[in-house]
């Protein structure tokens, strides 16, 4: 488990009771009710956070299960999580390349055709970000969940947190801002857009082999 020196990012813990409950694959879409600053396993708070900001805006940290550098989240932003049963450690690479194919073809079914996996775990459109990802593997069970900007606060970002401390090749030491992108999105319609994602990633093929 993550080490606990911040309060634990549970809002998938339903999700990955259920999947270990039932033993089968079980996902939703979401977003998360309020701002919060959710730190990856191993991140170090004070070299990824503006902990004086963060303190400003009374904005929570949390630290999640999974790797990768730490992220902000709020309302405008659409958390996909994926639990299934599986034993073993697994190959990380072919676990974000296959759920990554799994997202793409259910953006494409919503009409978002042009996304792409780039860098090990993001997914993105042009040279920008879209969506970052992370992975945790216990053993039983693979864990992965993925942020997708649709109207990301671009301002709180930049405010709240540091350039990480290892970046993929794509993003060539841009600035947050310059780097994050958008999903565009039918009428700008978040709600919607949840809702017909949700059905798309269930009428998507999703094979995550052994």
Excluded: Q
Excluded at 106 to 119: E, T
Aim: hydrophobic share 40%; net charge positive; with cysteine.
């Amino acid at each position: 488990m993550p080490r606990r020196d911040y309060p634990f990012y549970d809002l998938d813990d339903k999700l990955i009771g259920d999947a270990r409950l039932t033993g089968t694959t079980h996902y939703r879409v979401y977003r998360v009710d309020r701002p919060m600053i959710v730190l990856g396993r191993g991140s170090d708070a004070a070299a990824e956070v503006n902990m004086i900001a963060a303190k400003a805006g009374n904005v929570p940290i949390y630290r999640r299960r999974g790797g990768g550098c730490t992220v902000y989240l709020d309302p405008g932003n659409v958390v996909v999580s994926l639990a299934a049963p599986m034993g073993g450690i697994g190959d990380f690479r072919r676990h974000f390349d296959d759920i990554s194919r799994w997202i793409i073809a259910a953006l494409a079914r919503v009409g978002v055709d042009d996304v792409r996996h780039d860098g090990i775990s993001d997914l993105a459109r042009g040279s920008r970000k879209v969506g970052g990802s992370c992975i945790h593997r216990a053993k039983d069970l693979l864990y992965y969940t993925t942020t997708l900007l649709i109207r990301p606060d671009l301002d709180a970002v930049e405010r709240y947190l540091a350039h990480p401390p290892k970046e993929p090749g794509y993003r060539r030491g841009r600035r947050h801002r310059d780097f994050m992108g958008r999903l565009p999105i039918a009428g700008n319609d978040i709600v919607r857009f949840e809702m017909e994602l949700t059905a798309a990633l269930g009428e998507a093929e999703l094979d995550l082999g052994e």
